[in-house]
C-alpha cells in the first residue's frame, strides 16, 4: 500500500523527531535503554557472543569453496546466519541443513540505488531460495534529496515481501550507509525504516570504507526507540553493527552502543579471541 504521507509531511514528522531526539530534557532523549542480551559479554567464551554474529561473505568474487567453507565455519562456531548475496543463498540453504545456524541474503548491495520493484524482487526470490534474514540497502540518493517518500516505498516494498507473501516472518534488516550520512539523516532514516516496517537498522555495507562507530550506532538505537514494547514488550526495531567490527572488544563496544547484532567478515578472528579468555 502506498504511503498516504507527503514529503512535507515527512520533514514535518523528521524535524520534529529530531528536535525531540536532541532536546537534552525530553523523554526522548532518554529513551532507548541499550540493555539487551548481549551488554553483559564480556567474556568472548559468553556462548551468547556466536549468536549476535551474522559471519559474512560479500565480495563479489567469492567462489563456491569461499561460500562453503563460510558455512562450514559457521556450523563450528554457532553463528546466528551466513550472509550472502542472492546468488549464492540456495548454496548456503543446503550447506546449513538441519544446523540452527540461517540464511541471511543482501539485497540491493551494495549501493542500494536501483529501483524498488527490483529490490522487492530480489527479496522474493532470496526468500524463495531459503534466505530467512534479508539486509537491504537503502536508496542513499533519495535521502539526500529529501525524498523521503522514495526512502520509505522502497523499504517498505521490501518489507512487504518479507512480512506479508512469505508463510514464516522473515526479519528485515536496513542498511543506512552511515558513513555518507549527515547524523541528521541517520535519524531520518532510521525513523523512516522503522515507519517502513523494518526489523533492524543496520549501519554499513563494509564497502566505502569506515564503517560502524559507537556514535551512529547509539544515534539509531535512540532514533527507533519509541517503537519499543509495541509488540509484547518486545524491543520492536534493533540495530546491526557492520563493517570494520574486526575484534572482540569492537563487538563489546558496539553491545553497550545498544547493537545487537554485528555483521562481520572478521567472525573467525573475533572467535579465536577465546583462547586468551580476556574480559573487557
Ligand atoms: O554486512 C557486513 C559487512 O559487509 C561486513 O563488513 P566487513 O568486511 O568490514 O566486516
Known sequence: MASSRTNEDWK?????KIDRLQSPNSESHNSGSIESDFTAIVSPNDPKLPLAIDHTL?????????????????????????????????????????????????????????????????ASQAIEDGAQEVDMVINVGALKSKDYNL???DIKAVTEVAHISSSSKILVKVILETISLTNGEIMAASYIAAEAGADYVKTSTGFLGGGATEEHVGLMRRSVAYKD??????RRVKVKAS???RTFESCVKMFKAGAERIGTSS??????????DATY
Request: with cysteine; proline share 2%; net charge neutral.
Open 58 to 122: 560479500l565480495k563479489p568474487d567469492a567462489t563456491n569453496e569461499q561460500v562453503d567453507e563460510l558455512c562450514r565455519e559457521a556450523r563450528k562456531w554457532g553463528f546466528k546466519s551466513c550472509c550472502v548475496n542472492g546468488s549464492q543463498v540456495n548454496r548456503v540453504v543446503e550447506n546449513l541443513r538441519g544446523t540452527s545456524v540461517i540464511a541471511c541474503a543482501v539485497v540491493g548491495f551494495p549501493l542500494g540505488a536501483g529501483t524498488s520493484k527490483s529490490k522487492a524482487f530480489e
Open 267 to 276: 567472525g573467525i578472528a573475533i572467535m579465536e579471541s577465546r583462547r586468551s
Open 243 to 245: 563493517g570494520g567490527v
Open 229 to 234: 514494547g509495541d509488540e509484547g514488550g518486545e
Open 12 to 16: 514535518r514528522l523528521i524535524t520534529s
Open 151 to 153: 526512502v520509505y516505498e
